[in-house]
């Protein structure tokens, strides 16, 4: 996690981007790796102020900008420092959205409509984004899925020796990734958002009737499988996918939910690197999920 910065020094930097003085820093909710806070500006406005790795804020803002010029709901990037304190910190000051997280079915809908235009969006390269030096163009860090896919799974052993997951559970975790179904995979590298759940989907009420007000949380964007997506959207359960999927226009068969259920493993065990690499021990939750979908793919390759 990035140093906590000195609070005035913080506040002035602000208020000169800005144009109007922070009178108030918040502290929100946030990753292992990044600071965020709520200011509020003394002309009214507030914003969303974003400490981290240069690479996520880099991504995320170039994915903002992005998804805005095809009216994807997202925060308008106000601005993005790319070396600020810190080795490889940024920070990045965003708009702020109106409205509450949501995990009302309209809004997964709208979600599932939202982020289907955000997967219209073809990149090169596979993987997290890596946005050029010229700030205009991105693409995936690796050359192919499979590399991407497999590069992931490497750290499975360190977890191991770190205690963080069991040698048993981490071979059955490579046994049902490291498949055809997902090495394999021949579509086009789409844009994806990586996070997809409530917290991140917000909503206002607008003549009596929920809409979605904005998608939320770009640090983890990459390119690849839009299937991810939907992966990580069904850990929010099974009517949150429904809604989702009606809405993003893709049937729900036996073989679509076996490859979630793969891809669900490959984002937990990533989760699972990145909270141990960060230093953090926020391990239970990846961790289980990873034990429920393997013991899912084992049922379901059981003969009936």
């Not at 002035?12 to 946030?30: C, D, N, R, Y």
């Not at 969303?48 to 095809?70: D, F, H, N, T, Y």
């Not at 979600?111 to 090169?124: D, S, Y």
Request: charged share 25%; glycine share 10%; hydrophobic share 45%.
């Amino acid at each position: 996690m990035p140093t906590e910065p000195d609070k005035r020094a913080l506040a002035e930097f602000i208020s000169t981007v800005v144009g109007s003085p922070a009178t108030e820093l918040v502290p929100l909710p946030g990753s292992v790796a990044n600071l965020d806070y709520l200011v509020r500006a003394a002309d009214h406005r507030r914003f969303i102020v974003k400490i981290g790795p240069r690479s996520e804020m880099v991504a995320e803002a170039w994915a903002c900008r992005r998804l805005a010029r095809i009216g994807v709901p997202v925060p308008e990037v106000v601005s993005l420092e790319q070396d600020h304190g810190d080795a490889g910190v940024a920070v990045l000051i965003l708009s702020f959205l109106p409205g509450v997280p949501s995990d009302a079915p309209v809004i997964f809908g709208e979600a599932g409509r939202a982020i289907r235009h955000v997967h219209a969006q073809q990149l090169p390269g596979w993987g997290p984004l890596i946005v050029e030096a010229d700030g205009h163009r991105a693409r995936g860090r690796f050359d192919s899925w499979r590399e991407y896919v497999l590069d992931e799974l490497s750290g499975l052993p360190e977890l191991v020796t770190a205690g963080v997951i069991d040698a048993r559970l981490a071979v059955a975790a490579r046994d049902c990734v490291a498949v055809e179904e997902v090495l394999g995979y021949r579509g086009q590298g789409v844009l994806l958002h990586n996070d997809l759940k409530p917290a991140h989907l917000f909503a206002l009420e607008d003549g009596g009737q929920m809409r979605l007000a904005g998608i939320i949380d770009w640090g983890d964007a990459g390119v690849g499988d839009p299937l991810v997506d939907l992966a990580r959207l069904s850990m929010s359960g099974p009517e949150a996918l429904q809604a989702f999927s009606a809405g993003y226009g893709i049937e729900l068969t036996p073989t679509l939910h076996r490859t979630l259920a793969r891809y669900r493993i490959l984002h937990n065990v990533g989760a699972l690197a990145y909270e141990h690499r960060a230093g953090g021990d926020w391990f239970d939750l990846y961790r289980e999920r990873v034990r429920r979908d393997t013991e899912l793919l084992v049922d379901l390759a059981a003969p009936s």
